[in-house]
């Protein structure tokens, strides 16, 4: 099980707006917050988010250089991954490989994929 994960991000306000609800809707809670970062936590593990130093910003983050690709949480069924679609889509926020959504990950792989303000890739899994 991990511990905690912890994002650097460009814009600390707008990836906390992004990842707060969506957090929230996983049954995560607001568990840390301070002045350059803030946390979510659901059981013994949670998520933190940290506003980058300026000198950092000049390389954006991309998902295909080496590092992390993507994270994907567990859905409670296949509902949750539409519900959670349908809010994405009312905020504004793109779904991925719309062409083959839901089974984007395959025929027996049922979930919504996105991205972060900062194009982290983000995905649902339904069981």
């Known amino acids: 099980m991990l511990h905690h994960i912890e994002l650097y991000v460009s814009d600390l306000k707008r990836s906390t707006d992004f990842w707060g609800w969506y957090l929230e809707e996983l049954g995560y809670h607001s568990f840390q917050k301070w002045e350059n970062g803030q946390s979510w936590k659901l059981g013994e593990t949670?998520?933190?988010?940290?506003?980058v130093e300026e000198s950092f910003l000049d390389i954006p983050y991309h998902r295909c250089r080496v590092g992390l690709n993507h994270l994907a949480f567990h859905a409670n069924s296949r509902q949750h991954v539409d519900d959670i679609a349908g809010k994405l889509e009312s905020k504004g926020i793109p779904i991925l490989y719309t062409k083959n959504h839901p089974f984007a990950g395959g025929v027996?792989?049922?979930?919504v994929y996105f991205e972060d303000p900062?194009?982290?890739k983000v995905e649902l899994v339904a069981p």
């Not at 949670?46 to 506003?51: G, K, L, N, S």
């Not at 027996?108 to 979930?111: K, N, S, T, V």
Request: charged share 25%.
């Open 46 to 51: 949670y998520i933190v988010f940290v506003q």
């Open 118 to 120: 900062d194009r982290i």
């Open 108 to 111: 027996d792989h049922y979930a």
